[in-house]
């Protein structure tokens, strides 16, 4: 019912800067929260940022001040700008939604987006 888009994923320098964004599509009423996860191999997935529906943003600490998370909810969208990219920073990165289904009652469902490689190489 409900299907998450991700693009802007690639290849970028130490130093380079990507954005990546992830629209939602489907049966969509609202959207509560919106955030960003990474999976490095070998390593745990990890909440990169989050962003409530009052606007109000929360980052991983390796990441503040390199990372900006946004949303539009007109476009039922969330971009993650990403500055000073580190080698470390290399993963699959996906999108998370917390969505309320139209004609279903009750909490919002979450819903992930399919992944997308970022790359951070000299």
């Known amino acids: 019912q409900v299907q998450l888009v991700e693009s802007g994923g690639g290849l970028v320098q130490p130093g380079g800067s990507l954005r990546l964004s992830c629209a939602a599509s489907g049966s969509i009423f609202s959207i509560s929260a919106m955030s960003w996860y990474r999976q490095a191999p070998g390593k745990e997935r990890e909440l990169v940022a989050s962003?409530?529906?009052?606007?109000?943003?929360n980052y991983e600490s390796s990441v503040k001040g390199r990372f900006t998370i946004s949303g539009d909810n007109a476009k039922n969208t969330v971009y993650l700008q990403m500055n000073s990219l580190l080698p470390e920073d290399t993963a699959v990165y996906s999108c998370?939604?917390?969505?309320?289904?139209?004609?279903?009652?009750?909490?919002?469902?979450?819903?992930w987006g399919q992944g997308t490689q970022v790359t951070v190489s000299s």
């Open positions: 962003i409530g529906s009052d606007g109000s943003t």
């Open positions: 998370k939604m917390a969505v309320r289904v139209r004609g279903r009652i009750g909490v919002p469902d979450d819903y």
